[in-house]
């Protein structure tokens, strides 16, 4: 494993890197949770808990909740190289009722058939005042092959996904539209690849399939990882990063990320 600043932890040796979307969503959350004291923290969906082992090396007391087996597999070898054991769970605790000052869900909530249902349930965790921090694919014109190949059901309209919030209790206190123009860019990408990998038949509608591997597959990042952590590669990241910030405020980017808190 190797843990670059500008990337976060990276197993390259396990099949597993940041792909650039994680890359651009990563920086507006550890913005976002930058004076944020270290608590109790649950994220929903955490794939290959990086962002956790970032987290938990900064103090925070960590869980996580995933349902993929291949993730919570690679999680625990990954785990034995950090000698940071996650605490990942399959299913959801009745005792987390009311617990937890910040739940995190990212790239989660458009794998739910039943998105207001899981809001509900996400939101009963959080102790009083807690936060909830969590992100989507937005925009549904930008709907592709990479949607269908992740599992998703849906991408989101900025006022959407302040109802669905809203719906479970909780008060919107930032929203921000992330990734342009490098996330919008690769995701075409990204599509376009997939599109010509699809059987004639059409792509696999199996949506708990393509959901579990979406977290930890990195197939289409692996032979690009050493042009991005190259020198070259890395200020062309710095600068996308400084186009991602000026651009937050407007509906250019390919995701939402949004901060609530509960009564």
């Not at 955490?46 to 925070?60: D, I, V």
């Not at 407007?250 to 949004?258: D, K, R, T, W």
Request: charged share 20%; glycine share 8%; hydrophobic share 40%.
């Amino acid at each position: 494993m190797e843990n670059l600043p500008l990337f976060g932890p990276s197993a390259p040796e396990e099949g597993w890197v940041p792909a650039p979307r994680y890359l651009l969503r990563r920086r507006r959350i550890l913005h976002q949770l930058r004076n944020f004291p270290a608590c109790d923290v649950i994220e929903v969906g955490c794939g290959a808990g990086m962002l956790l082992q970032e987290l938990s090396a900064r103090g925070f007391r960590c869980q996580a909740l995933e349902s993929s087996p291949q993730a919570r597999e690679l999680i625990a070898r990954l785990s034995m190289k950090t000698e940071q054991m996650l605490n990942v769970h399959e299913e959801a605790d009745p005792a987390w009722a009311g617990r937890f000052p910040l739940v995190m869900a990212f790239e989660v909530l458009e794998h739910i058939e039943n998105d207001d249902a899981a809001m509900k349930q996400w939101a009963s965790w959080l102790a009083p005042g807690g936060t909830l921090l969590l992100s989507v694919p937005a925009h549904p014109r930008l709907w592709s092959a990479a949607d269908e190949w992740a599992g998703h059901y849906r991408r989101y309209r900025r006022q959407d996904l302040i109802n669905v919030v809203e719906a479970a209790g909780l008060k919107v206190e930032h929203v921000e539209c992330f990734g342009f123009p490098l996330g919008n860019l690769t995701e075409q990408m990204q599509a376009r690849g997939i599109r010509r990998r699809l059987p004639a038949t059409g792509p696999d509608l199996d949506h708990q399939a393509n959901s579990n591997r979406s977290g930890i597959e990195r197939d289409h990042v692996m032979r690009w990882y050493p042009v991005m952590r190259s020198l070259p590669g890395q200020l062309a990241l710095r600068c996308a990063f400084a186009a991602q910030a000026m651009s937050s405020g407007l509906p250019f980017g390919n995701g939402y990320l949004i901060r609530a808190r509960a009564g």
